[in-house]
């Protein structure tokens, strides 16, 4: 089956950094791969994808301090978080798109406090 392994999670202060990794397994066809999070109470949003050939979106709330890049060879998608706000706490979610279905990872906590 499809598994995505997220890591990276944790806790900071404001202004601090945080790097999300998420190794993907279990299929052939590694399409498009992002991340995204859901804050509580909150719809689940978009935080940046980026597809195989190297394409990115991001939201406007991280655009400035976010990064997000893949190595293909490994299967595996980054999200580099700088300067991170209060705003930014929430489960992040990795995703990948394979054979035409999103599939998701279980989540990570990120909690920006001080």
């Known amino acids: 089956q499809v598994q995505l392994a997220e890591s990276g999670g944790g806790s900071v202060q404001p202004g601090g950094s945080l790097r999300l990794s998420c190794a993907a397994s279990?299929?052939?066809?590694?399409?498009?791969m992002g991340w995204y999070r859901q804050a509580p109470g909150k719809q689940r949003e978009l935080v940046a994808t980026?597809?195989?050939?190297?394409?990115?979106n991001y939201a406007d709330s991280v655009k400035d301090r976010f990064t997000i890049s893949r190595d293909n060879a490994k299967n595996t998608v980054d999200l580099q978080m700088n300067s991170l706000k209060s705003d930014d706490t929430a489960v992040y979610y990795c995703?990948?798109?394979?054979?035409?279905?999103?599939?998701w990872g279980q989540g990570t906590q990120v909690t920006v406090s001080s």
């Open positions: 995703s990948l798109r394979t054979l035409g279905v999103w599939r």
């Open positions: 279990g299929t052939l066809f590694f399409g498009t």
């Open positions: 980026i597809t195989r050939d190297g394409g990115t």
